[in-house]
């Protein structure tokens, strides 16, 4: 799938590089298209005026290039019309190809995310061991009258631990936002204590 997304990203770039090339070549024609049209107009006066004076000789060459003129329009304007077309179509692809790379990449990150998952539970199950260690170390130290070497180690997150709401994802239970602090059960006592004693 990694590998359809990046022929996606590399047909969208190319998609898109075309669109701005076309793109620039349909506003030169655009440009040039307007600037014959101009050109028409002095032409078509030459044109009138050779006509009325009689000179009729000339005209042949006149009527050539103002009829070359108007060939050019048209070729000019055909060619407009064909880039507004093929511009479309590309604005078509483009929006189809960049649906599929969104597509694409949210199944990837709908993957990535499920392991993401898995991974922050696990080192959840990890903190909250040492959350209830900690405050089991707490109740012992403030047994024997050492709570300050527990408020020394830990500063001022000392008063944050008891209240720390951390939760699992994929088994999430609102219920833990609305029980009281966290607490170190027996067995978090013991053993802590004994760890302590044994160093």
């Known amino acids: 799938m990694r590998k359809k997304l990046k022929g996606l990203l590399q047909e969208i770039d190319q998609i898109q590089g075309i669109i701005e090339s076309e793109g620039q070549r349909l506003k030169e024609t655009e440009s040039r298209v307007g600037g014959l049209k101009k050109s028409l107009d002095p032409?078509?006066?030459?044109?009138?005026?050779?006509?009325?004076?009689?000179?009729e000789r000339n005209i042949r060459s006149m009527e050539e290039a103002f009829d070359q003129r108007k060939g050019e329009i048209e070729r000019d304007e055909t060619l407009i019309?064909?880039?507004?077309?093929?511009?479309?179509?590309?604005?078509?692809?483009?929006?189809?190809?960049k649906?599929?790379?969104?597509?694409?990449?949210?199944?990837?990150?709908e993957?990535?995310?499920?392991?993401?998952?898995k991974t922050f539970d696990h080192y959840l199950d990890g903190l909250n061991r040492a959350?209830?260690?900690?405050?089991?170390?707490?109740?012992?130290?403030?047994e024997s009258g050492g709570a300050s070497v527990y408020t020394?180690?830990?500063?001022?997150?000392?008063?944050?631990?008891?209240g720390l709401k951390?939760?699992?994802?994929?088994?999430f239970d609102s219920a833990i936002f609305r029980t009281d602090a966290v607490r170190a059960d027996g067995d978090d006592l013991k053993n802590v204590y004994r760890e302590i004693l044994e160093g």
Request: net charge positive; no cysteine; aromatic share 10%.
């Open 81 to 97: 019309i064909a880039l507004h077309e093929r511009l479309e179509n590309l604005n078509h692809r483009l929006a189809e190809a």
């Open 152 to 162: 020394n180690i830990l500063g001022d997150a000392f008063t944050y631990i008891p």
């Open 43 to 55: 032409l078509f006066e030459d044109l009138k005026k050779k006509l009325v004076e009689g000179q």
């Open 99 to 109: 649906t599929e790379r969104d597509r694409t990449f949210n199944a990837l990150a």
């Open 131 to 142: 959350t209830k260690r900690l405050l089991a170390a707490f109740y012992h130290l403030r």
């Open 111 to 117: 993957d990535w995310l499920r392991k993401e998952v």
């Open 166 to 171: 951390v939760f699992s994802i994929s088994n």
